[in-house]
């Protein structure tokens, strides 16, 4: 099995979820008119599909790529792996980890086959307008992803790394209400950029971002 | 006998014709030099004028190397090839000249803006032109990278029917 054929796998497995919540066998009441007692720890994890991350913030990259025989327009759309480790502070904060995969680009041209993978490691925070419990995630937010992202830029087998600072606010759609398991769909922008990630010139990373988390509130 | 002869031509000219009429013209794209796997050649078999202003480099990747020229420092190459066209990959959008034994012309950018690095090209003959010997020189005033020198030449490619 590819790993593309396995992250289309758990992705359906996730739109699955969505659309068929399990059903609650603990309802935790929210923070209307109660106190709120439910501080725990929730686990993400799924897939994000990514639109336009190689060269929305410029044209460096395309330029290049271009000259050099490459698709201009590469990894117009990939999915990667997820992972988060969150805790619910308070009925309207969740902190947490984040992490990711991203084989973002895989093409051949005159310089020879290339690829561009990133990983991230760094922090998220997820803010709820109505206030929550880990287990009642029909809510709606906007989240705040930021940390490190390692890039790896390979042609013809050789590799380029850098590392590079990122951040991605996003609007966020809990699912599944009431349940131990969740979904969470998230619409969001990353911006990110290597200085010189082309010897002379930027290697400009990010763009549109759509996000479908498997939340489990053990 | 004669009328033999006439019509043995006849056949001929027209098994000719359509030989001629089964050629496709296809532009053939042959890369003369990437600067790629020159091992301990100095400057991949470049001749420079001035040799302490020719080096190899990096260009966008690690991986990837072209030729730095000095401002008024050319290279030169032996070649066997027939061309119509040559392009370049160079960081330097203008002041590149191409020679092609010894018959200079002037490279031009195929696009416009300012970009890390340019695809360069010329018309140096319709129907190609046989070259022995191909040069390059960096007439812009700056250091320039060469790199990926390909040749455009129109092939006779002959038909599947």
Same mark, same amino acid.
């Not at chain 1, 490190?148 to 790394?161: A, C, T």
């Not at chain 2, 002869?5 to 014709?17: F, H, K, P, V």
């Not at chain 2, 001749?47 to 000095?70: I, V």
């Not at chain 2, 700056?142 to 990926?148: A, E, K, L, S």
């Given at each position: 099995?590819?790993?593309?054929?396995?992250? /289309?796998?758990?992705?359906?497995?996730?739109?699955?979820?969505?659309?068929?919540?399990?059903? /609650?066998?603990?309802?935790? %009441?929210?923070?209307?008119?109660?106190?709120?007692?439910?501080?725990?720890?929730?686990?993400?994890?799924?897939? +994000?599909?990514?639109?336009?991350?190689?060269?929305?913030?410029?044209?460096?990259?395309?330029?290049?790529?271009?000259?050099?025989?490459?698709?201009?327009?590469?990894?117009?759309?990939?999915?990667?792996?997820? =992972?988060?480790?969150?805790? %619910?502070?308070?009925?309207?904060? +969740?902190?947490?980890?984040?992490?990711?995969?991203?084989?973002?680009?895989?093409?051949?041209?005159? =310089?020879?086959?290339?690829?561009?993978?990133?990983? +991230?490691?760094?922090?998220?925070? #997820?803010?709820?307008?109505?206030?929550?419990?880990?287990?009642?995630?029909? +809510?709606?937010?906007? #989240?705040?992803?930021?940390?490190?992202?390692?890039?790896?830029?390979?042609?013809?087998?050789? /590799?380029?790394?850098?590392?590079?600072?990122?951040?991605?606010?996003?609007?966020?759609?809990?699912?599944?209400?009431?349940?131990?398991?969740?979904?969470?769909? /998230?619409?969001?922008?990353?911006?990110?950029?290597?200085?010189?990630?082309?010897?002379?010139?930027?290697?400009?990373?990010?763009?549109?971002?759509?996000?479908?988390?498997?939340?489990?509130?053990? | 006998?004669?009328?033999?002869?006439?019509?043995?031509?006849?056949?001929?000219?027209?098994?000719?014709?359509?030989?001629?009429?089964?050629?496709?013209?296809?532009?053939?794209?042959?890369?003369?030099?990437?600067?790629?796997?020159?091992?301990?050649?100095?400057?991949?078999?470049?001749?420079?004028?001035?040799?302490?202003?020719?080096?190899?480099?990096?260009?966008?990747?690690?991986?990837?190397?072209?030729?730095?020229?000095?401002?008024?420092?050319?290279?030169?190459?032996?070649?066997?090839?027939?061309?119509?066209?040559?392009?370049?990959?160079?960081?330097?959008?203008?002041?590149?000249?191409?020679?092609?034994?010894?018959?200079?012309?002037?490279?031009?950018?195929?696009?416009?803006?300012?970009?890390?690095?340019?695809?360069?090209?010329?018309?140096?003959?319709?129907?190609?032109? !046989?070259?022995?010997?191909?040069?390059?020189?960096?007439?812009?005033?700056?250091?320039?990278?060469?790199?990926?020198?390909?040749?455009? !030449?129109?092939?006779?490619?002959?038909?599947?029917?």
């Amino acid at each position: 099995m590819t790993l593309k054929t396995a992250l /289309s796998t758990v992705l359906l497995v996730a739109v699955a979820l969505a659309a068929f919540p399990a059903q /609650s066998q603990e309802v935790v %009441a929210g923070p209307q008119g109660r106190s709120w007692d439910d501080r725990g720890v929730i686990i993400a994890f799924g897939m +994000e599909g990514v639109w336009g991350t190689v060269h929305p913030h410029g044209y460096d990259l395309k330029d290049t790529l271009e000259v050099y025989d490459f698709d201009p327009y590469p990894g117009l759309f990939n999915l990667n792996v997820v =992972a988060e480790v969150l805790f %619910a502070v308070n009925p309207h904060v +969740e902190l947490g980890v984040h992490g990711a995969y991203n084989g973002l680009l895989d093409m051949d041209g005159a =310089a020879g086959p290339a690829s561009l993978t990133t990983q +991230e490691i760094g922090g998220v925070a #997820r803010l709820l307008l109505g206030g929550s419990s880990r287990r009642a995630h029909g +809510e709606v937010g906007f #989240r705040f992803e930021g940390g490190v992202m390692l890039v790896d830029f390979e042609v013809d087998g050789i /590799s380029d790394n850098h590392t590079t600072g990122f951040v991605r606010p996003a609007l966020t759609l809990g699912g599944g209400g009431g349940s131990d398991v969740g979904t969470e769909l /998230s619409f969001g922008w990353t911006f990110a950029q290597v200085d010189r990630g082309l010897g002379r010139a930027a290697l400009p990373l990010g763009g549109l971002d759509l996000t479908l988390l498997i939340r489990i509130a053990p | 006998m004669t009328q033999r002869w006439i019509s043995c031509a006849l056949a001929l000219g027209t098994l000719l014709i359509a030989a001629g009429c089964d050629c496709q013209l296809e532009d053939v794209d042959t890369v003369i030099e990437d600067f790629e796997s020159c091992g301990n050649i100095p400057l991949c078999g470049w001749t420079a004028t001035d040799p302490s202003g020719a080096r190899l480099t990096t260009t966008f990747h690690p991986s990837e190397h072209g030729l730095e020229l000095q401002p008024g420092v050319a290279a030169t190459f032996p070649t066997s090839i027939r061309t119509e066209e040559i392009h370049v990959v160079s960081d330097c959008r203008t002041g590149i000249i191409l020679h092609l034994d010894g018959r200079p012309f002037r490279m031009v950018a195929t696009s416009q803006g300012s970009q890390p690095f340019y695809r360069l090209a010329v018309v140096v003959s319709r129907g190609g032109d !046989d070259v022995g010997s191909l040069g390059i020189e960096n007439m812009s005033g700056r250091t320039c990278v060469i790199d990926d020198v390909r040749s455009i !030449d129109d092939v006779c490619l002959e038909d599947d029917l």
